[in-house]
């Protein structure tokens, strides 16, 4: 019995818990939707941005390159180069741009021209060959027959740069095949270019990061900015030069994605919302328990009334059925309560009902039911109660424990009660007929008490 008691409880708490359940998988789904759609119009927007840089910077490299075939053209015709109209020639060149530092020839690859020549001259004479940061691209150009744009790198004259080299090839005299006369290097500022093409390590809410030195892409080294972009990289896109490229990179700088678009509003919203209606829905179910608790149960006394005592004889009626375990029934009525109410007041009374139901409480045992069913009258559920000797002790111990005076503010009240008890099955297998005769017992009892008083005192009758 108690097993169902319990599982009735629990019932409305697990259909909430189901709910939440199922209330966390369509919040997490929907967190799922959401933050795709979040980040496809991140990526969006960061594919916009880069795309943007992308072509600003590729126009500010192929114009600084595109001034430096004048240079290798002249050369090429004139391998025994003018010292005063090759200065002429890299002088309009640089001032051409903002960005080149300055040009230099390098016959047989070693350094012999260079402008402007102040603050450059720790690179005359400089051998490609023997240095070991530069080598390498200078190799791939004649390797390749090609320019080759490398860095950015470390000059000897200071400072930190690109270098665009192309190989120049001449003619020969005799038979007309090339030669190998040297490189022609174009020293590019870098951060001038950048800062020309809009490169900076945030751009409209994003970190930027450019990967690929010496025109290799992404097995080449950092170009510009930090590694980590590459490593939680949102886009990315190659930006493309003569014979090379790099790799330009974009994520979110965490600051600036709007709030309203992160991914975990979703979360914030439909997590907020379950918890309101779990809540709301607990203090139902506890709001429907209390108000059951009292439809069940005596305001004045606590204890269970009619509605749920005749609930508990028909589930121990049930029980018998596949137990076969019987239990007996107590109708329990006071007497003379209407005097008490009369002599000492409603208060006194209703004190009274609560040490009636006190005290039938201390004589039963734990899984035993003591109800009051209205009025002055009680009723107790006792199973496993098997004949009418067990019944009647029990009763005689109810009536005992009654018949004690009660204290009331330091004045005795008599207390005594008619008892009438009937057994399941014996008396009966229905259950409002052992109602009846528990009932029936109960006023036979009552109507004998009346007799023994009335043959004690010769006047005096117990007026229910």
Do not use: C
Not at 61 to 75: D, F, H
Not at 144 to 153: E, F
Request: avoid cysteine; proline fraction near 3%.
């Amino acid at each position: 019995m108690k097993y169902r008691q319990t599982r009735r409880h629990l019932a409305p708490y697990l259909a909430i818990l189901l709910l939440v359940v199922v209330g966390i998988a369509i919040t997490e789904s929907l967190h799922k939707v959401v933050a795709d759609r979040a980040l496809q119009l991140q990526r969006t927007e960061a594919f916009g941005v880069i795309s943007q840089l992308r072509a600003q910077l590729e126009s500010e490299i192929n114009s600084v390159l595109y001034l430096s075939n004048g240079l290798i053209s002249y050369v090429t015709v004139r391998p025994e180069v003018d010292v005063e109209q090759w200065r002429a020639l890299a002088a309009e060149i640089v001032r051409g741009t903002a960005h080149v530092r300055n040009i230099g020839l390098a016959p047989d690859n070693v350094i012999r021209f260079i402008y402007p020549v102040q603050g450059n001259e720790a690179a005359l004479g400089l051998e490609y060959e023997k240095s070991e940061s530069q080598w390498p691209a200078v190799k791939r150009a004649i390797d390749g027959g090609v320019m080759v744009l490398a860095g950015p790198l470390n000059l000897v004259q200071g400072g930190v740069a690109l270098i665009a080299r192309t190989p120049i090839y001449t003619h020969a005299d005799l038979d007309g095949a090339t030669r190998y006369w040297g490189l022609a290097s174009v020293v590019i500022d870098a951060e001038s270019l950048f800062k020309a093409a809009g490169i900076h390590d945030q751009v409209s809410g994003y970190r930027i990061a450019i990967m690929g030195r010496d025109g290799v892409g992404e097995q080449g080294g950092m170009v510009f900015g930090s590694p980590d972009v590459f490593a939680q990289a949102l886009a990315k896109m190659k930006i493309f030069f003569p014979n090379g490229h790099w790799v330009i990179a974009a994520v979110p700088d965490g600051v600036s994605v709007s709030f309203w678009m992160g991914q975990h509003i979703t979360r914030l919203v439909g997590y907020g919302f379950l918890s309101v209606l779990s809540l709301l829905l607990v203090m139902l179910v506890r709001l429907y328990h209390a108000s059951e608790g009292e439809a069940m149960h005596d305001q004045l006394t606590g204890l269970p009334n009619r509605r749920l005592m005749i609930e508990r004889i028909n589930q121990l009626a049930a029980l018998h059925e596949r137990s076969g375990i019987g239990f007996a029934l107590y109708f329990i009525d006071l007497n003379g309560f209407k005097a008490i109410n009369d002599n000492f007041g409603h208060v006194a009374g209703d004190a009274v009902l609560v040490e009636v139901g006190r005290r039938l409480i201390q004589v039963v045992r734990s899984s035993d039911t003591v109800a009051r069913t209205g009025g002055d009258e009680f009723m107790v559920l006792q199973p496993g109660v098997k004949s009418d000797a067990a019944a009647k002790t029990v009763a005689e111990k109810m009536g005992a424990a009654l018949g004690v005076p009660f204290q009331y503010r330091f004045e005795p009240i008599d207390i005594s009660a008619a008892i009438g008890v009937s057994i399941y099955p014996e008396d009966t297998d229905t259950v409002d007929k052992l109602i009846m005769i528990a009932d029936d017992r109960m006023y036979d009892h009552k109507a004998e008490i009346k007799i023994k008083n009335a043959a004690h005192t010769g006047v005096r009758q117990y007026d229910n």
